[in-house]
């Protein structure tokens, strides 16, 4: 069974404004892990940001910001703000806990374009 | 740089030859993870190491790949006969612990192509 979907297979945004990336997760684990990552063109994975599957509050970093609903097994991504530098490949992964938690598994990520 | 770097960041080679990347991860990262990812597709998991102890090996891994991490610091992934199916990028990411919050870090990737 998939057990991360990203419906979005493209998103276009403009410059300065703010765009949410859709991830919902599939898990019977108690406690695991959700994950962000950026890809531009050139290849390497960049970690955006984590929210933990116990924590309080959804989670920021800077402009990136994660919509966390654990009842809808849902973890979007919110960009505020979009630059130019923000278009590329965007993947949401999640580590489950003890003992399956030794890998990410990735949706198969959403591309974002902003548009100047 | 104190990243995880990868070489080589290309390599053409033709079907049947071997081919044999190298991955550094950050230094003091005990796990060390690779994988695998296709052309518009997330990254798959490969197999991954606790300091030189190979612990899980993904299905994706046939008995043409064999990975090793000998001293528990840089991690080599090697692909025997290689087949068409082989291109893809391979991506190496280390951790420094085991607990759900931990993140991992990707090097930039090797990518392979096979002629």
């Known amino acids: 069974a998939q057990k991360i979907t990203q419906t979005q297979p493209g998103m276009f945004v403009q410059e300065k404004e703010a765009v949410t990336l859709d991830c919902t997760y599939d898990t019977s684990d108690p406690s695991y892990g959700l994950f962000w990552y950026k890809q531009p063109s050139s290849g390497e994975m960049i970690f955006l940001i984590y929210q933990g599957s116990y924590d309080q509050q959804n989670a920021t970093e800077g402009r990136y910001s994660l919509n966390f609903q654990k009842a809808r097994k849902s973890a979007n991504l919110v960009i505020s703000a979009s630059q130019l530098g923000d278009s590329a490949m965007y993947f949401c992964?999640?580590?489950?806990?003890?003992?399956?938690?030794?890998?990410?598994?990735f949706g198969a990520g959403t591309i974002l374009r902003v548009k100047s | 740089d104190t990243g995880v770097s990868q070489n080589p960041r290309h390599k053409i080679t033709k079907r049947g030859q071997n081919v044999t990347f190298r991955c550094d991860p950050i230094?003091?990262?005990?796990?060390l993870y690779w994988y695998r990812q296709t052309l518009g597709q997330g990254p798959e998991f490969l197999t991954y190491f606790q300091n030189e102890a190979q612990l899980e090996k993904s299905r994706l891994l046939s008995d043409r790949f064999s990975a090793e991490r000998p001293k528990g610091s840089f991690s080599t992934l090697e692909i025997q006969r290689t087949e068409q199916g082989d291109s893809a990028m391979y991506l190496c990411a280390s951790s420094p612990g085991t607990g759900v919050q931990e993140t991992q870090y990707f090097g930039p990737g090797t990518r392979l192509l096979v002629l």
């Open positions: 992964a999640m580590r489950e806990g003890y003992p399956k938690g030794n890998k990410l598994v």
């Open positions: 230094s003091e990262h005990n796990r």
